[in-house]
T-cell receptor
Framework: GNSVTQMEGPVTLSEEAFLTINCTYTATGYPSLFWYVQYPGEGLQLLLKATKADDKGSNKGFEATYRKETTSFHLEKGSVQVSDSAVYFCALSYGGATNKLIFGTGTLLAVQP | AAGVIQSPRHLIKEKRETATLKCYPIPRHDTVYWYQQGPGQDPQFLISFYEKMQSDKGSIPDRFSAQQFSDYHSELNMSSLELGDSALYFC???????????FGPGTRLTVT
């Protein structure tokens, strides 16, 4: 079946460090890929997305590239801030009538000053 | 901009009671999704509606039912509550089959 696997956390970084959170997926066909962020006590916010192979999603300094050959969608940011501390979820969907999101287990990022 | 509204934000129920969670999508959004997020877990898809008809069903227990009304708001009805139903319940909305789902703040249900 379709699934998403992402690196376990927590990931603890110092401010201005480089961030990578790995995400790989198992799916038939060509899903769309997403990163969602969940701040403490809040709902899920779409961070970025990519709908086809080799697309790069970017937002707020975060980037992820849809790599079909490695079935990956790793999240990166060149310089993290304390305000980036949150849980990050990688997800996929197929759009259309079955547009449900399938999430990975989430990675907690803690950025220290 | 208007966002997805969920009510109540917090709900405490006892075992075997019933609960009703409400979701008001963004104006002009016609599709609603429900997800359940257990403590420390990823959100799990429960059910979705498009134009007031059920469009997909996930791991929703038979004790739960849901519907979408003529004004596109949706309600999730949960009966015979169990301790394991304690979770954060999210509603998300979108327009048609758009890829981008907008999530509400969630309803935290605690079953004691």
């Amino acid at each position: 079946g379709n699934s998403v696997t992402q690196m376990e956390g927590p990931v603890t970084l110092s401010e201005e460090a480089f961030l990578t959170i790995n995400c790989t997926y198992t799916a038939t066909g060509y899903p769309s890929l997403f990163w969602y962020v969940q701040y403490p006590g809040e709902g899920l916010q779409l961070l970025l997305k990519a709908t086809k192979a080799d697309d790069k999603g970017s937002n707020k300094g975060f980037e992820a590239t849809y790599r079909k050959e490695t079935t990956s969608f790793h999240l990166e940011k060149g310089s993290v801030q304390v305000s980036d501390s949150a849980v990050y979820f990688c997800a996929l969907s197929y759009g259309g009538a079955t547009n449900k999101l399938i999430f990975g287990t989430g990675t907690l990022l803690a950025v220290q000053p | 901009a208007a966002g997805v509204i969920q009510s109540p934000r917090h709900l405490i129920k006892e075992k075997r009671e019933t609960a009703t969670l409400k979701c008001y999508p963004i104006p002009r959004h016609d599709t609603v999704y429900w997800y359940q997020q257990g403590p420390g877990q990823d959100p799990q898809f429960l059910i979705s509606f498009y134009e007031k008809m059920q469009s997909d069903k996930g791991s929703i227990p038979d004790r739960f039912s849901a519907q979408q009304f003529s004004d596109y708001h949706s309600e999730l009805n949960m009966s015979s509550l169990e301790l394991g139903d304690s979770a954060l319940y999210f509603c998300a909305s979108t327009r048609g089959d758009s890829y981008e789902q907008y999530f509400g703040p969630g309803t935290r249900l605690t079953v004691t």
